[in-house]
T-cell receptor, first 111, second 116 residues
Framework: GNSVTQMEGPVTLSEEAFLTINCTYT??????LFWYVQYPGEGLQLLLK?????DKGSNKGFEATYRKETTSFHLEKGSVQVSDSAVYFC??????????FGAGTTVTVRA | ETGVTQTPRHLVMGMTNKKSLKCEQH?????MYWYKQSAKKPLELMFV???????ENNSVPSRFSPECPNSSHLFLHLHTLQPEDSALYLC???????????????FGNGTRLTVT
């Protein structure tokens, strides 16, 4: 079936550090890809998305590029802030309209 | 304000109790979902309702019983739960079923359930 694998956390960084969270997917076709973010005590929010190969999603300084050749959608941010501390979920959806999530990666940014 | 409101925020219950989780959305969406979030595991889709009709039951044990009286409200009735059912239960909604690019999911803040 379709699935998403993302790097295990937790990830702890200092402010202004570079963040990368790896995400790879397995799918029978060409899914749409998402990153969701969950801030402490809250539900998930859509962070960014991409629908086809080489698309780059971006929001709040975060970027992710849909790489068909490596079946990846890694999340990056060049300079993190304490407010970026959250759990990040990679997800995909196919034509069956079922959204599949990864296990989440906890990121803690220290001042 | 996320547009999706869940109550209560926290719930502690014994294995013989009966309780209910409530979800309400003010977004005019037609699809609603229950997800289970456990530590270090992918979000588990439990139930999906589209226009008040259940379209998905992802092999959820019968001790979890959903109810969707209208497109704006979703309940999860709990009965004789086990300690391993302790988790964060998230409600979500979307305009159309599935959570696609054009109809992303909007999540509530969740109910933290502890079964003792």
């Amino acid at each position: 079936g379709n699935s998403v694998t993302q790097m295990e956390g937790p990830v702890t960084l200092s402010e202004e550090a570079f963040l990368t969270i790896n995400c790879t997917y397995t799918a029978t076709g060409y899914p749409s890809l998402f990153w969701y973010v969950q801030y402490p005590g809250e539900g998930l929010q859509l962070l960014l998305k991409a629908t086809k190969a080489d698309d780059k999603g971006s929001n709040k300084g975060f970027e992710a590029t849909y790489r068909k050749e490596t079946t990846s959608f890694h999340l990056e941010k060049g300079s993190v802030q304490v407010s970026d501390s959250a759990v990040y979920f990679c997800a995909l959806i196919m034509d069956d309209y079922k959204l599949s999530f990864g296990a989440g990666t906890t990121v803690t940014v220290r001042a | 304000e996320t547009g999706v409101t869940q109550t209560p925020r926290h719930l502690v219950m014994g294995m013989t109790n009966k309780k209910s989780l409530k979800c309400e959305q003010h977004l005019g969406h037609n699809a609603m979902y229950w997800y289970k979030q456990s530590a270090k595991k992918p979000l588990e889709l439990m139930f999906v309702y589209n226009f008040k009709e259940q379209t998905e039951n992802n092999s959820v044990p019968s001790r979890f019983s959903p109810e969707c009286p209208n497109s704006s409200h979703l309940f999860l009735h709990l009965h004789t739960l086990q300690p391993e059912d302790s988790a964060l239960y998230l409600c979500a909604s979307s305009q159309a079923m599935g959570g696609s690019i054009n109809s992303p999911l909007h999540f509530g803040n969740g109910t933290r359930l502890t079964v003792t």
